[in-house]
């Protein structure tokens, strides 16, 4: 409680310190200066450029600028996403997620931040995205097979971060951000600073957040037929704290930019300690409920960081892009020592690893690209290579996934041929080449084997030393056509991916799901074939969108549920063993705003999807956490005031539907009806402006089931009434 008081009056007397020197610094501006214009034209510039690039692109793209995000936030950036049509969130409490596009996710999804494709450990349900969503000031969402651009892992489409605009010529200033949320009692803070002279500019951050145990509208919850009682509400241990860091500098001239980025994100957050592994009926309530703030065991450490460099000059006709990248993921979880299977009942004093270090991944991945793109009369052609090269090691007493090495390299072309100022044509293809080499790996302990009537002590071997290549040819077609008001588009394409290490080589027990988990190392490399359809009307008060897909795949990966059962490593746990069968899946999202008045109007946004497998021992079932169908109904009230700007009002309804097709041992999920509220303006105070919103998530407290949720399958339920306050408080220098 103290550390959260001292946080609350921190930020109170930061906001003090800031509005006080931001009203000194514009008294002594010159008054000739008019900073509105430039921020009037930035907006206008983007709004076009987002929707000429939807009008000429054949593949379907949402983008959600920084006023989205703010309007939004959540608790993690795809939370603050997750209002845009066909893209949902694997959430993993209160503080992360990962992208869900039509119903694909982990390695099938990839986020690409500034251009370098983001690697942590993305196959892991439990493993959220290390992005700093206060960084993030545009975000375009690529639903649909996006191999041709960004090789193996983009299956099912790719979150693209763009990098911040560069600072204005002459320019010195930056902005703080401040968050509260009354669900979990979460503090943030996020101050920028940034400044440039004619060529040269800098650009920083830091960004620290604080939250206690989340809250749920329940006081009790089935942890695998043990009935847990939450204390006050809350899911224990579920706190954490958040530190991140940025950085970028460089030179940017008429023909020459080169830009440094740095980036550190650092977490530290608590498991539901009653759904870890551990009997629930084990835990330390009295400790763990002592403090709602406090992260106790079991819990994760997560430090990524970023490094790279982005130069891209002119020659002539050709614009010439090179990007140098370097990443490093260390992730450690931490649980008290528990002897599952044959392990000793007494951790031993001369292990390798600390006695509570349960697992740990460090992860280098080392990456090079550089493309060209021209134009000869009406082709705009690209044409590139990149790769990326990455070794995984691994440490703690338990096992999952080997250590491994991986490398990654493609070559690509692209040609967008411009016909008229209404048809465009696109043709892509692409050629990657991959190998990964695991380690292999024997228990620290022993174990009986019983062979001839006879039993012997021995070290188990989980893993092999294995080498696996796979090489592919992907690419893909498309047309525009925009006949005035309206705009069509088509795109058929392939996409590769090949299979990651847990998928070829995993062999122990995920304790988050209670089950053993086997990797086959017989698996091909998976694809997919698409077709996206697009159809969009703007006119003066009313616009619409539809966006069908169909897409098959001839050797999807999936974990399957066997009959066997683990003797070795705990509780006879049942074993899932990776496979292939042939999927087809089909779905679409709509979208329509109609103005009833120029500052009142209403939105629908649905989402729909099928998919079904076609093939294995699971025929005729959906896939794992497929998202049912959703609509969104929205009213948004914007009114003209006089020194407030900008100002609305918004009330939305979601209804979600039940999900009755699932693949055991997922659960049904019943139907959900969720209301929310939003609000903000901005307050202009001498030449800056202040943004303030408030959104009131799930306002009537319902209790409800998310079927992506990493806490479905014990029936928890999605976090209660959320009260949520951002303030972003600009601030600039006279130079």
Wanted: aromatic letters at 14%; one cysteine or more.
């Amino acid at each position: 409680m103290k550390n959260a008081q001292f946080l609350y009056w921190k930020h109170c007397f930061l906001l003090a310190c800031l509005l006080i020197s931001s009203e000194v610094v514009s008294q002594n501006k010159p008054s000739e200066k008019k900073p509105e214009i430039k921020e009037l034209n930035e907006v206008i510039v983007n709004g076009n450029a987002a929707e000429k690039r939807k009008k000429e692109e054949s593949l379907n793209v949402e983008t959600a600028n920084s006023s989205f995000i703010q309007r939004n936030l959540g608790g993690s950036l795809m939370q603050s996403l997750k209002k845009l049509p066909g893209v949902k969130t694997i959430s993993i409490g209160s503080g992360g997620s990962k992208p869900l596009i039509r119903g694909l996710s982990f390695n099938q999804v990839i986020v690409v931040e500034n251009g370098l494709k983001h690697e942590g450990q993305q196959w892991g349900a439990d493993h959220g995205l290390e992005i700093d969503q206060y960084a993030v000031n545009r975000v375009e969402i690529i639903k649909g097979p996006s191999s041709f651009i960004y090789g193996s892992d983009a299956v099912g489409g790719a979150v693209n971060i763009k990098p911040l605009p560069l600072p204005s010529r002459n320019s010195f200033g930056g902005s703080v951000d401040l968050t509260g949320k009354s669900n979990n009692a979460l503090f943030g803070s996020s101050v920028n600073l940034y400044g440039r002279n004619e060529n040269w500019f800098f650009d920083s951050r830091v960004t620290t957040m604080d939250y206690g145990d989340y809250r749920v509208p329940t006081d009790v919850v089935q942890v695998y037929s043990y009935t847990v009682p939450l204390y006050k509400n809350h899911l224990r241990n579920t706190a954490g704290r958040e530190l991140d860091f940025h950085f970028s500098t460089g030179y940017s001239g008429e023909k020459l930019k080169s830009v440094f980025y740095f980036s550190n994100v650092h977490t530290k957050s608590g498991f539901f300690a009653n759904a870890h592994g551990l009997e629930p009926r084990n835990v330390d309530i009295e400790l763990h409920d002592k403090s709602s703030r406090d992260i106790l065991m079991p819990y994760q450490q997560v430090n990524h960081l970023k490094v790279s460099n982005t130069t891209s000059f002119q020659l002539g006709n050709h614009s010439f892009e090179t990007q140098i990248g370097f990443q490093k993921n260390f992730r450690r979880e931490w649980s008290h020592y528990v002897n599952h299977g044959y392990m000793p009942p007494i951790y031993p004093d001369n292990m390798y690893a600390p006695k509570d270090l349960e697992r740990q991944y460090d992860k280098d991945v080392w990456s090079f690209s550089a493309k060209d793109e021209f134009t000869v009369n009406r082709h705009q052609i690209t044409i590139g290579t990149n790769v990326v090269a990455q070794e995984n090691a691994i440490g703690g007493w338990s096992f999952l996934i080997p250590a491994f090495t991986q490398l990654n390299a493609g070559l690509f072309a692209y040609d967008k041929v411009e016909l008229n100022e209404k048809w465009f044509l696109h043709g892509a293809v692409r050629y990657d080449y991959g190998t990964i080499k695991m380690k292999s790996y024997y228990d620290w302990f022993e174990s009986p084997v019983s062979e001839n009537n006879q039993t012997q002590l021995e070290y188990l071997q989980r893993s092999d030393d294995l080498t696996k290549t796979f090489n592919s040819f992907t690419w893909s077609a498309g047309v525009n056509y925009n006949p005035g008001n309206l705009t069509l588009k088509a795109n058929l394409g392939s996409s590769f991916r090949m299979p990651i290490a847990k998928e070829l080589a995993s062999n122990g027990v995920n304790y988050h799901y209670f089950r053993f988990e086997k990797g086959n190392p017989n698996l091909d490399a998976e694809r997919s074939y698409q077709l996206d359809l697009g159809m969009e009307w703007q006119q003066q008060n009313w616009s619409f969108q539809l966006t069908p897909f169909v897409n098959y795949f001839p050797n999807f990966i999936y974990l399957n549920p066997t009959s066997a059962h683990d003797i070795y490593y705990g509780a006879g746990n049942q074993v899932f063993q990776y496979e292939q069968s042939k999927v087809f899946r089909y779905g679409a999202e709509f979208q329509t705003r109609y103005y009833f008045l120029k500052s009142l109007s209403a939105e629908i946004a649905a989402e729909y999807l099928y998919s079904e497998q076609k093939s294995g021992s699971k025929k005729g079932y959906t896939l794992p956490f497929s998202p049912p169908p959703s609509v969104l109904f929205g009213l948004n009230y914007e009114p003209q005031t006089g020194f407030l700007k900008d100002s609305y009002f918004s009330f939305d309804y979601r209804l979600t539907a039940a999900q009755n097709h699932i693949v055991p041992p997922e659960k049904k999920t019943a139907e959900s009806h969720v209301f929310n509220v939003a609000l903000g303006t901005k307050i202009k105070t001498g030449k800056e402006t202040i943004s303030v919103n408030v959104q009131i998530q799930n306002l009537f407290n319902t209790r409800y089931l998310n079927h992506t949720s990493f806490y479905r399958l014990i029936e928890l339920p999605e976090a209660g009434r959320n009260i949520i306050v951002s303030m972003k408080i600009p601030f600039s220098f006279s130079r």
